[in-house]
């Protein structure tokens, strides 16, 4: 049938997940960072997630679609809080808890080294994952950014003060997650004004393409920016 639905434009959504907060119907989901239209019969068609887009993402269209099921609606609303009453856990707004965007204002901790048997944390945002964080966020604006494969920070000893230090961190890991993370590096590149990009990755071969996807991902941007890439050993040194 045609009907009135709504309609999300990724190249504007910031991931700030207020309209999966909004829409009570769960029609809407964060998907890799990115507010997906994810059950067409469970969007009334309302508008209800609109005015909680800070973007202007999200707009109304008619096109086919299914019809508003408000049976399954309801009968989902049930499950989540039955769920919910089952384990506290499940409890969740705006998508998944883990990859609801934070920055962190470490202020006086920045500049102040580190005390034996204190390390300070630096990391700088939330999410972190490559996968979860935003394409264009706030933290990312001037920011220096690091590009890091998720063992690097079990295998060098002192992640945080040499490389994390004053930079906006985002990790992953090209075997485990199967992705390519070329095309959301880009956009983060590209659309934000990122100062530096370093790169620090492990000698094991799999950790090649993330190496190949900032590269890349450098190169699409169109922007000259200064890069470099470290590489660490399994027995956590720094490799020439």
Known sequence: M?????HIDEEKCNGCGMCAEACHEGAIEMVNGKAKLVRENFCDGFGDCLPGCPTGAITFEEREAPAYDEAAVKASKTEKTEGK????VHEHLGGCPGSRMMQFEHHDEEQAPVIAGKPVSRLAQWPCQIKLVPTKAPFFDGAKLLIAADCTAYAYANMHEEFMRGKVTIIGCPKLDAVDYTDKLTEIIRDNDIKSVTIVRMEAP???GLQRAAQQALQASGKFIPWQVVTISRDGRILD
Not at 2 to 6: A, S, T, V
Not at 85 to 88: A, H, L, Q, R
Request: overall charge positive; hydrophobic content about 35%.
């Open 2 to 6: 045609i009907r009135k639905i709504i």
């Open 85 to 88: 009453s089952m384990n506290d």
């Open 206 to 208: 799999c950790c090649g």
